[in-house]
């Protein structure tokens, strides 16, 4: 009896002893910590395999020796270096060519003025043509003579009764009277036979006392243009000649 006593005995000690592993290795473990699990992938997607020649490493830029073999990867592009002042040599080169180009432009502007002015020299000869044929034209010329000094202001010339020209004279005009130059003060048509002419002139004196001259003349117009000189001679005389 006593024997089977100290067998229950140890029989209660040994799953006192083994109860509370075997409670420990069953309960959850501690709170926040997570158990360790396998990942399984989901069902219908295959892993997908890594050459072996590729590197996988993230945020790396491959090398030449994780290159594939029999490609040669092209070394990396390095800024161009500008010499210290040739930035400052090409800056001079474009204001000198656009300075040029400027000079160009002007040239070509200066041409095409010479080349209207001479289309419109051309016109007005080929109107006065057409508007004062030579059978019936009839030109008038002013200029000065004599050694006298006196300021010419103005001429005005009458034909036939009618006024058909004044003008006012200006500093640079006078001059170039003095040195010889002609005027053409007026240019019409007159039928052929005599006209009267009248002629009247005003200025001021060397003493700076103001004059008027006026004389009357008679021209005849033949077959042909007809070209009448105005001379002046002094502030006294006035004369009439064909040129």
């Not at 009247?200 to 243009?225: H, L, V």
């Not at 070209?227 to 502030?235: D, R």
Request: aromatic share 4%; proline share 5%; glycine share 10%.
């Amino acid at each position: 009896m006593s024997k089977v006593l100290k067998v229950i005995v140890v029989v209660i000690w040994v799953l006192l002893l083994t109860l509370p592993a075997y409670a420990q290795g069953a309960a959850p473990g501690p709170a926040g910590q997570e158990s360790v699990r396998e990942e399984v992938a989901p069902e219908g997607v295959e892993e997908q395999a890594v050459p072996e020649d590729v590197d996988v490493r993230g945020g790396e830029e491959p090398d030449a020796q994780s290159a594939p073999e029999g490609v040669e990867t092209a070394p990396a592009a390095k800024p161009a270096h500008v010499p210290a002042g040739q930035g400052a040599v090409t800056a001079e080169a474009k204001r000198a060519a656009a300075k040029e180009q400027t000079k160009g432009l002007d040239e070509q502007v200066q041409e095409i003025k010479a080349d209207v002015l001479s289309i419109a020299a051309q016109l007005n000869r080929l109107e006065e043509k057409l508007l004062y044929p030579s059978d019936t034209q009839v030109a008038i010329f002013v200029s000065l003579e004599g050694t006298e000094k006196f300021r010419l202001d103005a001429v005005t010339i009458e034909m036939d009764g009618k006024k058909v020209a004044h003008h006012l004279y200006t500093y640079n005009e006078i001059e170039a009277l003095r040195k010889g130059g002609v005027q053409r003060i007026h240019v019409g048509n007159a039928m052929t036979g005599e006209h009267p002419l009248h002629v009247t002139a005003m200025g001021k004196t060397e003493s700076g006392s103001d004059f008027q001259r006026e004389e009357s003349f008679k021209i005849a117009k033949g077959i042909g243009p007809k070209l009448v000189g105005v001379v002046l001679t002094g502030s006294k005389t006035i004369t009439v000649k064909d040129w």
